[in-house]
């Protein structure tokens, strides 16, 4: 028999977020002040509204970052398994970056011109993910962004094909769902007056035969994919997809590009190396600096030498490619010291045994629970998700979201130490996350189901 929290009644689980909200709010009394006096000057009281998405009362209040740690303005101090949403994949404030960063703001941060990081850089991205030829943005949206362009000058075609359920950043193109089996823009983008539908095309992950069909015209220029789904939940690609859907994608005259923003944590040179993937072009964001805002796209040679000429027969202006800071002087050298002395090996080998005793641990509670729960690992990168097995596509993992029931795991986790992804339930480790940090989680964790299940045991409903 399984216990089913996720059916439990609105009761119950209220009775209990409303206990973990009069603990966060009496725990916080500065954060709730400085959260207060913000409203006065930004939107939603936070600098980017997305920062009062999480599931606390008001914006939890950050006083430092250091390794796997975080403290905020009260002085509490939490495990962090969040880690900016992967931005601080390799910890905050990796040494070896804050003193690249110390010593090149002395020497200047931008200059719109390349400097002696920019060689060492590129040859080492060449070395560890395979291609030859890259350009720098501010962010994976705009290394995303900044890629269509090139990819679809370069081709001559329009259309994009995306996942459903997939997320690329800011990108307008790629907020297209399927909806009963058709395509339709993505009610939650604000102010886009373009039909999107249009010029992007949309089919369900893992599926061959839609992915074959959706080619046939011979008018998509790219597919833009992860190579593993994680911001509808993580979807792993089925046993020989990604083998089937390259050998369709060429066939069809049309490039892959894969997004290893996340995937990243699967190792030095990211899921496709790890697994055999062979990628036109591939975008790097987030944690590629260390923290600062950064992000890179590589291309094959062949892609590079389409992308070039295309640039080299449009008339003169600008290109619509590229920002005033885009590959800064401070950007480049953190870019560097992560690379070299950062994201090493040993670093991946660390992250990735310690996310294997988190996947593990998690799954000895769901399992003393008796809840009908599953744990996905990639890498440094896991994830609970509230259904029995692994979902195939983007549709499967929406239906197994719970969002009242996330917020109340996040926050009861957050008041006993513990911070985690606010969107769905990703857990990332960090070479500096340690067994007594690991340690730590489980505890916490156990603790909540422990308290939901007999919280809710008489009265949830249970099934076999």
Not at 244 to 272: K, M, N, R
Request: hydrophobic share 45%; with cysteine; proline share 5%.
């Amino acid at each position: 028999m399984h216990i089913s929290i996720k059916n439990s009644p609105e009761s119950a689980r209220q009775a209990m977020a409303d206990q973990e909200r009069q603990r966060f709010i009496a725990m916080h009394p500065k954060s709730q002040a400085l959260a207060q006096q913000a409203t006065q000057h930004w939107l939603f009281g936070v600098p980017l509204h997305w920062m009062s998405d999480w599931s606390t009362p008001f914006a939890l209040q950050v006083a430092s970052a250091q390794g796997a740690h975080i403290t905020d303005a009260d002085g509490h101090r939490y495990v962090d398994f969040c880690l900016g949403d992967t931005g601080a994949m390799f910890g905050h404030a990796p040494p070896a970056v804050v003193q690249a960063v110390q010593r090149q703001v002395a020497q200047g941060c931008t200059t719109m011109l390349s400097g002696d990081h920019a060689d060492w850089v590129g040859a080492e991205l060449a070395r560890r993910f395979g291609l030859p030829l890259w350009q720098t943005a501010l962010s994976a949206s705009d290394a995303n962004r900044f890629l269509l362009r090139w990819v679809r000058a370069a081709t001559g075609r329009k259309k994009l094909l995306v996942f459903n359920g997939c997320y690329h950043g800011t990108v307008d193109d790629v907020f297209v769902d399927l909806v009963d089996g058709q395509p339709r823009q993505r009610d939650s983008l604000l102010g886009q007056v373009h039909d999107l539908t249009q010029h992007t095309v949309v089919v369900e992950f893992n599926d061959l035969p839609a992915l074959d069909a959706a080619l046939q015209a011979g008018d998509v220029a790219c597919v833009l994919a992860e190579p593993v789904m994680t911001n509808i939940g993580m979807v792993l690609p089925q046993p020989g997809f990604w083998e089937a859907a390259q050998s369709l994608i060429h066939q069809h005259g049309t490039l892959l590009v894969l997004d290893e923003t996340h995937t990243f944590s699967s190792g030095p040179g990211g899921y496709a190396r790890a697994h055999g993937l062979q990628p036109d072009a591939l975008v790097l964001g987030k944690p590629i600096a260390g923290g600062l805002p950064c992000a890179v796209y590589g291309f094959s040679a062949e892609l590079a030498e389409r992308a070039m000429q295309a640039k080299r027969s449009a008339p003169p202006g600008h290109s619509g490619i590229g920002t005033t800071l885009t590959g800064n002087m401070l950007a480049m050298a953190a870019m560097r010291a992560t690379l070299a002395e950062v994201a090493t090996e040993a670093a991946f080998a660390h992250m990735i045994a310690r996310s294997g005793e988190v996947a593990g641990g998690l799954r000895a509670s769901i399992a003393r629970y008796q809840l009908p729960w599953c744990v996905t690992q990639v890498g440094a990168r896991c994830e609970f998700q509230f259904g029995p097995v692994p979902p195939r596509n983007g549709s499967q993992a929406e239906a197994m979201f719970d969002p009242a029931l996330e917020s109340l795991i996040h926050l009861a986790l957050l008041n006993r130490g513990v911070l985690i992804t606010p969107f769905h339930n990703m857990l990332l480790c960090s070479p500096a996350t340690t067994q007594a940090d690991v340690q730590c989680l489980l505890s916490a964790f156990d603790e909540v189901l422990a308290q939901l299940v007999v919280g809710g045991l008489t009265t949830c409903e249970a099934r076999a």
